[in-house]
């Protein structure tokens, strides 16, 4: 299932490559102010860029009500609305869906009913200010322009066939 609305926060302040170490991060939600939904029965995503300097929120992908049923067709939408995503916080989660976010890159967070975005992205907004740990550090280095030099140092290093 795809979302029935998507709304996307435009800025042109930030625009060529402002906020570069900044995370992408989606909470499922359904008043935008508290994880309160379970990953595979989210009724809408919000999607914020998170940085040292501060928190924006960049999209809203809202789904309708589903059930929690076990059917995995619904989750395919929910991940490509997630896309670039580096996390998703959420209640709960099931066992596929957890496999399927991490093959696509995106690692699931869960959190208690009622934790509030606003803390959950200071929180973040800490960790990258003062030194990221844990997968906040891998999803920095994923993200991070690969340097030209490395092929300078493979090359250096010799090659044999």
Known sequence: MYPQRHLRV???????????????VGFATTDMKEVNQ??????SFALY??????????EVAQ???????????????????????????????????IGQLKTAGIQPVKVSPGAAIADLLESLREELATGPSSWVARALEQQAPKSPERFAAMEAEGWEE
């Open 63 to 97: 789904f309708g009500a589903l059930a929690m049923d076990g059917n995995e067709d619904k989750l395919a939408g929910k991940i490509a609305a997630l896309a670039g995503c580096a996390a998703v916080y959420s209640n709960a989660i099931g066992a596929s869906a």
């Open 38 to 43: 379970h990953f595979g029965a989210a009724e």
């Open 49 to 58: 860029t998170v940085s040292a300097d501060g928190a924006r929120l960049i």
């Open 10 to 24: 435009l800025d042109s302040s930030t625009e060529g490559g402002a906020m570069d170490t900044a995370l992408r």
